[in-house]
């Protein structure tokens, strides 16, 4: 069964490890980030954004990662990444999941730390949590050149926290979202600065394409929480098209999705290990 949010990130904020978040776009990435976590012994999050809403409503989603999960040997927690708006949220939460963002990062302070606190007590009111994001994460049509002003602020984040209730905080210390044509200048020195001034279970966004050694790091510093997306979707659509090139005459969904699936679980246990989550399930 699902498993609470809150409570699996507390426990890696403790235990100084992060839970790897891995977003899902199908039912044959579900089943291979569960079943890659449950050969590392490793609890999960699974993600999903609002375009793969839009793909797939979040009641539909959220009836395959519960029925996956049913008899997982790890805890498997469900997650909207990135909720654009308080009706996504809410729809989310009425399907079951166990915990939901809302990214007000672009909006200003005051605006966006109230309507973190409405996520929040809509979240609260269904018995799950809810993540903010303070600072600018830039993404796949942003520049890496990013601005001192868009990392998180220690003192700015205390105040957030504390207006918006959030039960963890996503903050920007210079990763982006998407692929990455230069290496990323990072503020990792920031990190243990604003888990001093919140004591809450941090985010990191846009690790997708960071060395495992630039995450271990991180984690290291303090985040409890590294949320993987771009490389899942490029190991899967890589191995399919291999599959397909391969074999120019096959048809069966079920034989070339297979080594998409397998490729992700690959690289899933590879960044739970980034992670330093194995065995901690």
Do not use: W
């Not at 449950?38 to 999050?45: F, G, L, M, R």
């Not at 009425?94 to 973190?116: H, I, K, Q």
């Amino acid at each position: 069964m699902l498993t609470d949010t809150k409570k699996m990130l507390n426990k890696a904020r403790d235990g100084g490890y992060a839970v790897g978040a891995f977003n899902a776009e199908n039912a044959e990435m579900v089943f291979a980030i569960i079943e890659a976590a449950q050969k590392c012994k490793a609890p999960v999050i699974i993600q999903t954004t609002p375009s793969t809403m839009r793909y797939l409503p979040p009641a539909c989603f959220a009836g395959i990662v519960a029925a996956a999960a049913k008899n997982a040997s790890v805890p498997v927690a469900l997650h909207l990444d990135h909720g654009d708006s308080l009706g996504l949220v809410k729809e989310c939460l009425d399907a079951g999941y166990t915990s939901v963002m809302f990214d007000g990062s672009r909006l200003p302070f005051d605006e966006n730390a109230d309507l973190t606190a409405q996520a929040v007590q809509m979240a609260r009111a269904c018995g799950a949590s809810c993540e903010g994001e303070l600072g600018t994460v830039g993404g796949k049509e942003d520049s890496l050149e990013t601005q001192a002003g868009a990392y998180t602020d220690p003192e700015q984040a205390a105040v957030f926290a504390g207006r918006s209730g959030v039960d963890s905080l996503a903050v920007a210390v210079g990763t982006a979202h998407g692929v990455y044509r230069t290496a990323p200048k990072l503020d990792l020195a920031r990190i243990p600065l604003i888990q001093a001034a919140t004591n809450l279970p941090l985010v990191l966004h846009g690790a997708s394409g960071l060395a495992d050694s630039v995450v271990r790091d991180a984690v290291a510093k303090g985040m409890a929480k590294v949320n993987f997306a771009t490389e899942l979707r490029q190991a899967f659509t890589e191995a399919v098209r291999k599959a397909l090139a391969d074999d120019p005459q096959m048809f069966d969904p079920k034989k070339y999705l297979l080594p998409g699936r397998r490729s992700v679980q690959k690289l899933v246990e590879q960044k739970i290990q980034a992670c330093g989550a194995v065995g901690q399930a």
